[in-house]
């Protein structure tokens, strides 16, 4: 083990948290950025200290993308869509979403795609605008988790809560 940290102070009956970290920057910039249950972005360097916690509106299940810009992008569980520039430590912009993202956002050029729980895909550019958005329909009782899209030759593909698997232009 290198470092550990306690990210959100989570105790062993907690509920469930998926968040998956992003780095950003290069050299001695380089920062880990990731959410907590406890609705707040933590930022670290690369040796475990922390640099900064920003405030989100609810818990963070979503994974994090690093656009090309260096914005970190993840959601929350209320289905609000941060872009973190994390070596100032802000939110540089707000997306709300139609429900949470679950799964990892995948970015796509300077931009991001992300799936939420309720089936729709959303192509957000780096400045917070929304691009696109695709609505199937919605699945039965499903877990609270969902799939991330991928991206291959143009396409973006995703699995669905509804079982269906769609294939989208991702311009």
């Known amino acids: 083990v290198i470092w550990s940290t306690d990210v959100d102070g989570r105790k062993p ?3 469930l948290a998926f968040s998956a970290p992003a780095v950003t920057g290069q050299g001695v910039n380089e920062r880990i950025v990731m ?6 972005a933590h930022i670290y360097d690369m040796s475990g ?3 900064f916690r920003l405030p989100l509106q609810k818990n963070c299940d979503s994974g994090a993308v690093t656009l090309a810009s260096g914005l970190v992008i993840l959601g929350d569980t209320q289905g609000v869509l941060y872009a973190i520039d994390a070596q100032v430590g802000k939110i540089v912009w707000k997306f709300i979403l139609s429900s949470p993202v679950t799964g990892i956002p995948l970015a796509v050029g300077a931009d991001v795609v992300v799936q939420t729980t309720d089936n729709t895909l959303y192509r957000i550019n780096h400045q917070g605008e929304k691009v696109w958005s695709f609505t199937s329909q919605q699945g ?4 609270y988790l969902s799939a991330s899209p991928m991206l291959h030759d143009g396409h973006l593909y995703a699995l669905l809560s509804n079982g269906d698997a769609i294939s989208l232009d991702a311009a």
């Open 13 to 15: 009956a907690d509920g």
């Open 35 to 40: 959410g907590g249950a406890d609705a707040r």
């Open 49 to 51: 200290k922390e640099l």
């Open 140 to 143: 039965g009782l499903s877990l």
